[in-house]
């Protein structure tokens, strides 16, 4: 465990140094992922572990947020109230859809009651709609703009994009369909590198793993040459 912070922290400072503006943690490398249902205590200690450590060193008011994986939306909104986090990755917020790990179904409502509950309603929720890795066979007759539209009638903070699996980008034809009929913020959350970053001058936010990754591989690790120059393209933008 203290490997895993001590790399959080390491990979934190590189983040900062190359002026991102925000951070989103995520148990990315718990793999085969499981459901929520299946959790076990030490998934959300260790997490909440993660985020206090990050949060220490990071500016006041610096945006950090957290997705669990997978589909862990409630314990998500319960880290980050206790750790003082700004947002979470929510998946499965509105129509089902069958994940690698089965199926999810649709969790607004008890979400945002949640929330509420633990008086936790600063910590905004951002949410994939018809996301990355899934089947979306059981709701092919509702277009990704329905969906939108769904997640906004819901209360979603704001809706995240991708492409179909990790790494893949997003068709931006989706991206500008729903930003016409959509008044959230909207989040890019796969396959954005400095080379088609132009592409995407509608969305309000990026979600960067792979591109900052070195040979932009998600499972190896940072490379800051990669991050500087990222950001140098953002900055022009």
Request: proline share 3%; charged share 25%.
């Amino acid at each position: 465990m203290d490997e895993i912070v001590t790399k959080a922290c390491r990979e934190t400072e590189i983040y900062l140094r190359n002026n991102v503006d925000g951070i989103l943690i995520e148990n990315m490398h718990d793999i085969p992922y499981i459901q929520s249902r299946d959790f076990q205590p030490d998934t959300v200690a260790c997490l909440a572990r993660i985020c206090t450590e990050v949060k220490k060193i990071t500016p006041p008011n610096f945006p950090i947020g957290l997705q669990v994986l997978a589909g862990g939306n409630k314990e998500a909104i319960a880290i980050a109230k206790a750790c003082s986090l700004a947002f979470i990755r929510a998946e499965g917020y509105v129509f089902g859809h069958v994940a690698d790990e089965g199926y999810i179904d649709a969790n607004a409502g008890a979400l945002l009651r949640y929330r509420k509950t633990i008086e936790a309603n600063d910590v905004q929720i951002f949410t994939d709609i018809k996301k990355k890795h899934s089947s979306h066979a059981i709701t092919s007759d509702v277009s990704l703009t329905e969906t939108a539209k769904a997640a906004e009638f819901f209360l979603a903070d704001g809706l995240i994009l991708t492409g179909i699996s990790t790494g893949s980008p997003v068709d931006v034809k989706e991206l500008n369909d729903v930003k016409r009929n959509c008044d959230l913020p909207i989040l890019i959350g796969s396959g954005i590198t400095s080379e088609n970053l132009c592409n995407y001058r509608e969305a309000n936010a990026f979600i960067v793993g792979s591109s900052f990754k070195k040979d932009g591989l998600w499972m190896n690790e940072l490379d800051e040459m990669r991050i500087k120059n990222f950001m140098d393209k953002l900055f022009m933008l």
